[in-house]
């Protein structure tokens, strides 16, 4: 049974950092493309980056230069790096995976998704 688990949301101040971590248990991680979503209050989900089988990454316009995402396939893990914080980036952000290994940020093309993890940032 594949599962994800977030970790390392919480509230910082804005021009502050956080890194998110998504543990994956049940599934040969190296082989799916996996994604961070967020999902502000009254707004749709929203890809926020996804890092291909390969590595190849994409990242959401407005946190290109400020959020890297990287995967360690050793331990089976997710991560999210995000620098100069903003109040616009509060949210809870999801990691999702997909088997096909595809390069998709849209959220129909994940199967598995975590339980979330909250992001505050205050001005």
């Known amino acids: 049974q594949v599962q994800l688990v977030e970790s390392g949301g919480g509230s910082v101040q804005a021009g502050g950092s956080l890194r998110l971590s998504c543990a994956a248990f049940?599934?040969?991680?190296?082989?799916?493309?996996l994604a961070w979503f967020r999902q502000a209050p009254g707004k749709e989900r929203e890809g926020v980056a996804n890092?291909?089988?390969?590595?190849?990454?994409d990242y959401l316009d407005s946190v290109k230069g400020r959020f890297t995402i990287s995967r360690d396939n050793a331990k089976n893990t997710l991560y999210l790096q995000m620098n100069n914080l903003e109040p616009e980036d509060c949210a809870v952000y999801y990691c999702a995976a997909d088997p096909r290994g595809r390069r998709f940020l849209i959220d129909g093309a994940f199967n598995y998704w975590g339980q979330g993890t909250k992001v505050t940032v205050s001005s």
């Open positions: 049940g599934y040969t991680h190296s082989y799916y493309s």
């Open positions: 890092i291909d089988p390969g590595g190849i990454t």
